[in-house]
């Protein structure tokens, strides 16, 4: 069996009909599918990328000393971690890599069982298949007892902020998922790359010793610089967590070449080391959020979760590629839910990631009488 074998079909592929529709619309495509930055990277961080633009020998797959030493203090000011050293985080050639490749990295497969949400970023899925292990929907307790039928759990995923419906977890499931896994040896890793967009509660880092009772034992995080500073097209982002567990990863990363590059480790201390950008791009997606969500309502949607994160996760009570249809037609593209699985069959995930012009443009268009 070839590796691509083991894959589902690429499932973008099949929103080009109604990108196609949306872009015939009058003022063009507002694309509200995809969640990729659109406003600039913070200068601070482009100046440390030109600066370190004269790179001529390999880097450390393990990052320079000021980078860990930056992601350790950053984990540690903004999310209230304590006791991380800076040999317990790793930098990672943007999120995904490292999410599709844990699995793989972390020495699973045949037999083996990876957990993930039931409304989930697919490439938790992915990542299992790509390592010939197991993908099952289990989130918590009850769920994950059912996934220990089909064979031995030995990842589990979290989300929180979640990808598609901004859901947060609250401290008391964070404890439970946490002592869950540890009963059984199993390694949790939470994707916390919305985490600096909270709005309506704040998110907490299983690393924080309310949640992981001061042990860093058997867990991991994985945090992205893509959405906080605009980044997604440098491609950095970090794990950190279980030393044991991070220095397995490193060794393998090692002999596999997965090597941030240079230029981009300076910018990823530049950025993390600059709290006031982050807040005023969360001012810019404060206000399309608010616009966005009002015009959705209005419009006959209703919004549920999305609590924080980039996205609204939003109902017409009906299948979600006739509400794809139906906002194509106004041209405006969203991503369907069952994108996500398929509990998400009656949902569409609005991004807000457009730029202020493109937002206001949505806004109009689902205007009533539009």
């Not at 990052?63 to 950053?74: K, N, P, S, V």
């Not at 045949?110 to 490439?123: I, M, R």
Request: aromatic share 6%; proline share 7%.
């Amino acid at each position: 069996m070839s590796l691509a074998s083991r894959l589902p079909d690429f499932p973008w592929d099949r929103l080009l009909p109604a990108k196609e529709k949306a872009a015939g619309a009058p003022g063009g495509l507002v694309d509200l599918s995809v969640g990729t930055p659109v406003d600039s990277a913070p200068r601070v961080v482009q100046d440390a990328l030109s600066a370190a633009a004269d790179a001529p020998g390999y880097p450390l797959t393990a990052g320079t000393a000021q980078l860990r030493e930056t992601i350790a203090t950053f984990l540690t000011e903004r999310f209230g971690v304590v006791g991380l050293a800076p040999t317990a985080v790793l930098p990672t050639i943007g999120s995904k890599e490292l999410v599709a490749w844990l699995p793989t990295l972390l020495g699973l497969g045949v037999g083996d069982v990876v957990a993930h949400p039931e409304l989930a970023y697919p490439t938790y899925d992915v990542g299992a298949r790509l390592a010939g292990a197991t993908p099952v929907t289990a989130e918590d307790p009850q769920t994950l007892a059912a996934a220990e039928s089909v064979g031995p759990v030995r990842l589990l995923w979290v989300n929180s902020p979640a990808n598609p419906t901004g859901r947060v977890l609250g401290p008391e499931r964070l404890r439970e998922l946490v002592s869950w896994g540890r009963e059984r040896g199993v390694v949790l890793a939470s994707d916390e790359c919305y985490a600096e967009f909270g709005w309506d509660t704040e998110p907490v880092s299983v690393l924080h010793p309310d949640i992981c009772g001061g042990s860093h034992e058997g867990l991991l995080v994985v945090h992205s610089m893509s959405k906080r500073s605009n980044l997604a097209g440098y491609r950095g982002a970090f794990v950190a967590g279980d030393a044991a567990l991070v220095a397995a990863l490193l060794e393998v990363r090692k002999h596999a070449g997965m090597i941030v590059p240079a230029p981009v480790q300076a910018a990823m201390v530049a950025g993390l080391s600059d709290p006031a950008h982050v807040a005023e791009q969360r001012e810019r997606y404060a206000t399309r959020r608010s616009a966005l969500r009002a015009a959705l309502e209005d419009a006959g949607f209703t919004i549920e979760h999305s609590e924080a994160g980039l996205y609204l996760w939003s109902t017409r009570g009906e299948n979600c590629w006739t509400t794809v249809d139906w906002l194509a037609e106004r041209g405006i593209l969203v991503a369907p839910g069952d994108f996500y699985g398929p509990a998400g069959a009656a949902h569409v995930r609005v991004a807000l990631t457009a730029t202020d012009e493109r937002i206001a443009a949505a806004v109009e268009r689902l205007s009533p009488g539009r």
